[in-house]
T-cell receptor, first 117, second 110 residues
Framework: GAVVSQHPSRVICKSGTSVKIECRSL??????MFWYRQFPKQSLMLMAT?????????EQGVEKDKFLINHASLTLSTLTVTSAHPEDSSFYIC?????????????FGPGTRLTVL | QKEVEQDPGPLSVPEGAIVSLNCTYS??????FMWYRQYSRKGPELLMY????GNKEDGRFTAQVDKSSKYISLFIRDSQPSDSATYLC??????????FGAGTRLAVHP
């Protein structure tokens, strides 16, 4: 149980294009989903917290207009990197917190590696 | 000062060794402590989850929390090459946010 998937696993795009990353909880309903980015050999940095049916809460320094988050259902959240630039190249990871059990653990997706040329 | 401090390593040990991984933290309000394992180019996988002080054991893994010292540890017994990964400690802060350590890279060589 507690499986989180991400799609795509890897994406390469040209500078200026937008990229959408999907995060799905496969066998549970997620009250909250989190989006992180991770640079090589560094830890995970929280970008935003996404609650189903409401606006995402962004961490300080994260541009909400650049990183659009939509949490349309209890099993799906999407992150869209708009007008991507090479400095946006990173490993993007989502996590989900289970709704029903009240547990506080977060379960992570496998990550999406974004390369912007 | 970072909220969570973790030595990034790398830590290299022979197969069969006991591995000790540690984190210190500054916020005494933290109550939930986690250890994640992350293989290269993969998402983190939850290994251990502990509430408040004490020990928790799961197979070859033991997690310890000492709230008085603001210090947490993960022990791996009989380490295997397949344990080679980055180990991240994490603590739950406000609004269920996780605050991660830098991660310790572990290499277990045959």
């Amino acid at each position: 149980g507690a499986v989180v998937s991400q799609h795509p696993s890897r994406v390469i795009c040209k500078s200026g294009t937008s990229v959408k990353i999907e995060c799905r909880s496969l066998d549970f309903q997620a009250t909250t989903m989190f989006w992180y980015r991770q640079f090589p050999k560094q830890s995970l940095m929280l970008m935003a917290t996404s609650n189903e049916g409401s606006k995402a809460t962004y961490e300080q320094g994260v541009e909400k207009d650049k990183f659009l988050i939509n949490h349309a259902s209890l099993t799906l959240s999407t992150l869209t990197v708009t007008s991507a630039h090479p400095e946006d190249s990173s490993f993007y990871i989502c996590s989900a917190r289970e709704r029903a059990s009240g547990r506080t653990e977060q379960f992570f997706g496998p990550g999406t590696r974004l390369t912007v040329l | 000062q970072k909220e969570v401090e973790q030595d990034p390593g790398p830590l290299s040990v022979p197969e069969g060794a006991i591995v000790s991984l540690n984190c210190t933290y500054s916020n005494s309000a933290f109550q939930y402590f986690m250890w994640y394992r992350q293989y290269s180019r993969k998402g983190p996988e939850l290994l251990m989850y502990t509430y408040s002080s004490g020990n928790k054991e799961d197979g070859r893994f033991t997690a310890q929390v000492d709230k008085s010292s603001k210090y947490i540890s993960l022990f791996i017994r009989d380490s295997q090459p397949s344990d080679s990964a980055t180990y991240l400690c994490a603590m739950r802060g406000g609004y269920n946010k996780l605050i991660f350590g830098a991660g310790t890279r572990l290499a277990v060589h045959p």
